[in-house]
């Protein structure tokens, strides 16, 4: 299984650098057009005031990311096999993607920070989490247990699978929508775990191998890996994206891309059954989330007081003396050194069965 998951690895490489040369070249060609059509940031009133700059650069470059993304897969599929459970990701990603080009295009179009309401945007993610639960356990049947990491252990949640599962999708949308707020932060960071995601799942597939049972077989434990390499083709977007989104920024991805990129690598990790490992690689992500929910609750409870300068966490650092670039550096670092302690340890794991 190990050798059929190396070899996946090895033929995803071709939908990766397929998914960064469409995502840049389609970049390259949006930054024209979007100053043409004055599509651009209107930085928010709570963002430092070192940001006032970026105000007037192109937003909406997801459109590249999600773009470069489908030909990945869509390669994939043409070199793997077709995968139901991959045409799922897939709408979910542009599920996502939708919503937030609505979002930024109502930004755009009224000149303001704000877009559609915290009301219809979660009420988009909850509707579009539930269809992703209830296809996951009545269709794929998928089953309603859980894999807990590095103790290999499964538990069966029965139809708390469902909650289980919309709770991850809106928590990793709004994680990485919140974390999109430096030059290549949140690209980033999504490089860095998509990087290293099928490994992962490669890894613990083998090594929880025995802890399924019902309609899961080898053959269903391979789609599992397969689904995997969905994350090939989102690296490779970001990657192309990079080129223009580091610092200095000359397009951002927008809500269009941060949706998009947060729905689906949520999507992706649940079909894989490694759901678990995203705020273990992905730590940054939950740290980002929980300073805000953190700052927005305590300033509530103490009547204007504030634990953070500004939230989310990385605007506490840039206040704090920090440049843009050490930040990002050192959260894509943190990301980095997290990768490979988890697959270091699964792989010492695997070696020791």
């Not at 998509?194 to 077989?217: A, K, T, V, Y």
Request: include cysteine; charged fraction near 10%.
């Amino acid at each position: 299984m190990i050798s059929i998951g190396l070899e996946l690895i090895t033929t995803s490489l071709i939908p990766l650098l397929a998914a960064a040369l469409v995502s840049m070249l389609i970049t390259w060609r949006l930054i024209p057009f979007l100053k043409k059509v004055r599509s651009t940031q209107t930085i928010h009133e709570d963002a430092p005031d070192s940001h006032n700059k970026k105000s007037g650069t192109p937003t909406m470059g997801g459109v590249a990311i999600i773009l470069g993304i489908m030909v990945g897969c869509a390669i994939a599929v043409f070199l793997v096999k077709m995968s139901l459970n991959l045409l799922v990701i897939l709408g979910v990603l542009l599920s996502f993607g939708l919503v937030g080009f609505l979002d930024d295009y109502t930004k755009v179009a009224k000149r303001r920070n704000l877009g559609l309401t915290a009301k219809q945007k979660i009420a988009f993610q909850l509707g579009v989490s539930l269809f992703v639960a209830l296809y996951y356990v009545f269709v794929a049947q998928m089953g309603t247990k859980i894999l807990i990491p590095f103790v290999w252990k499964s538990v069966d949640i029965g139809y708390f699978m469902i909650p289980y599962i919309m709770f991850i999708m809106v928590a990793m949308v709004n994680a990485v929508n919140l974390t999109d707020g430096l030059d290549g932060l949140a690209a980033g960071v999504s490089t860095i775990l998509s990087l290293f995601f099928p490994i992962i799942c490669i890894l613990g597939m083998h090594l929880s191998f025995n802890l399924l049972s019902g309609p899961e077989s080898a053959t269903a434990i391979l789609n599992s890996t397969m689904d995997a390499m969905f994350f090939f083709s989102l690296a490779g977007a970001c990657l192309g994206f990079l080129v223009f989104n580091r610092h200095p920024a000359k397009i951002f991805m927008g809500d269009t891309g941060s949706l998009a990129l947060g729905g689906g690598i949520a999507a992706a990790a649940i079909f894989t059954r490694m759901e678990l490992f995203l705020p273990i690689i992905g730590l940054l992500f939950v740290l980002e989330a929980l300073s805000d929910i953190i700052q927005v609750a305590y300033f509530k409870i103490s009547k204007g007081k504030r634990i953070f300068k500004m939230a989310p966490l990385h605007h506490h650092f840039e206040l704090s003396g920090w440049s843009e670039t050490k930040v990002v550096s050192v959260f894509t670092g943190i990301t980095l050194l997290l990768c490979l302690i988890s697959v270091g340890v699964m792989c010492l794991q695997y070696v020791g069965r």
